[in-house]
């Protein structure tokens, strides 16, 4: 596989948010968001093999991991890491960007999928059959930049009764939206959802890499 970075930090995301964490970072992504924060995974990395990756995260003895990107499902390789993980009795998160089939990951993995809003500029990336592989212990994640994301959220939601099926995540497009008028915004609307920053943003500066 090739890997970007391999590191330990708190998670800052997702209903996990504020443990401690192995991150496995993959490099390259099929998408360009226009608020990304991962280019530089994009080409960067080595290529490393499943046991090489295995010890690495075993060393830092921490049972909560995360396989994330750029976008981890371009690597053939990855639901067999996950696979393998699992088999070791951790925890395993997935972050995807929802534009390739979650259906090959391993049923004791929580798949942490993105639905990307118009400002992503990725819209039409989205692999919608993902949402019926849906499992009560995955969660989804809207990145709002304005209003208009705001509310094309709440139809997806809606619509496809999302609600219903798992956790769903809204978290602002740092330093573009207020995470404070999100919240605001969640409370006129009554939103089922739960508002994540991303802790590690505040704690690190969040133009440093490895946090």
């Known amino acids: 596989m090739k890997i970007n970075e391999i590191y330990t930090s708190i998670q800052g995301e ?14 390259g992504c099929n998408l360009r968001c226009n608020y990304c924060d991962t280019t530089f995974a994009y080409n960067e990395g080595k290529e490393m093999s499943l046991p090489q990756i295995l010890r ?9 991991v995360e396989l994330t990107g750029g976008e981890p499902l371009l690597q053939p390789e990855s639901p067999q890491l996950v696979r393998e993980l699992c088999e070791k009795n951790y925890t395993v998160l997935v972050e995807t960007s929802g534009s390739i089939d979650i259906s090959s990951l391993d049923p004791r993995c929580i798949r942490i999928m993105d639905l990307k809003c118009p400002s992503s500029g990725e819209m039409e ?3 919608w059959d993902n949402i019926r592989h849906l499992r009560p212990r995955d969660e989804i994640k809207f990145v709002i930049g304005d209003e208009r994301d705001f ?8 619509q496809h009764q999302l609600d219903q099926k798992c956790s769903i995540l809204f978290a602002c497009v740092f330093g573009t ?6 919240a605001e915004w969640m409370l006129q609307e009554k939103v089922n959802a739960r508002l994540q ?5 505040y704690i690190w500066d969040p133009k440093q890499r490895k946090v």
């Open 14 to 27: 997702s209903t996990w948010a504020g443990l401690p964490c192995v991150f496995i970072r993959t490099s």
């Open 56 to 64: 690495k995260v075993e060393s830092y003895g921490l049972p909560l």
């Open 125 to 127: 990336s989205m692999h």
């Open 151 to 158: 509310y094309w959220s709440l139809n997806v939601i809606r």
């Open 177 to 182: 939206l207020s995470p404070k008028l999100l």
């Open 197 to 201: 920053l991303q802790l590690h943003k």
